[in-house]
């Protein structure tokens, strides 16, 4: 049974800095892509940043390119988010994905498997 579990999340001011953790287990973690996205209530879930197998390759959207980082240790079966700079349009629900395969995918429909999600408040 595939489990993702995060943490990190909480409430922080506008330009504080959070790192964000996801711990896998149940699969082979060096053979799936992973990424992070957020949701607010009432919003689409979107996508916040992914990386292949290795790390090698990490996709970013324009709001968050330049302040966040993904990266991921296969060894430790983590896959974490930098998140420097934070903005209060930053504030929602952030879940850790994994993926079936080793490629990355923009659309939360390429993931198969999911946390529960960390909440991340930045106040102004």
């Known amino acids: 049974q595939v489990r993702l579990v995060e943490s990190g999340g909480g409430l922080v001011q506008a330009g504080d800095s959070l790192k964000l953790s996801c711990a896998a287990s149940?699969?082979?973690?060096?053979?799936?892509?992973m990424g992070w996205f957020r949701q607010d209530p009432g919003k689409e879930r979107e996508f916040v940043a992914v990386t292949n197998w290795s790390g090698g390759s990490t996709l970013y959207p324009d709001s968050v390119k330049g302040r966040f980082t993904i990266s991921r240790d296969n060894a430790k079966n983590t896959v974490y988010l930098q998140m420097n700079s934070l903005k209060p349009e930053d504030t929602a629900i952030y879940y850790c994905a994994g993926r079936r395969g080793m490629a990355v995918s923009r659309s939360p429909q390429g993931y198969a498997y999911w946390g529960q999600g960390t909440q991340v408040t930045v106040s102004s």
């Open positions: 149940g699969l082979t973690f060096s053979m799936n892509a």
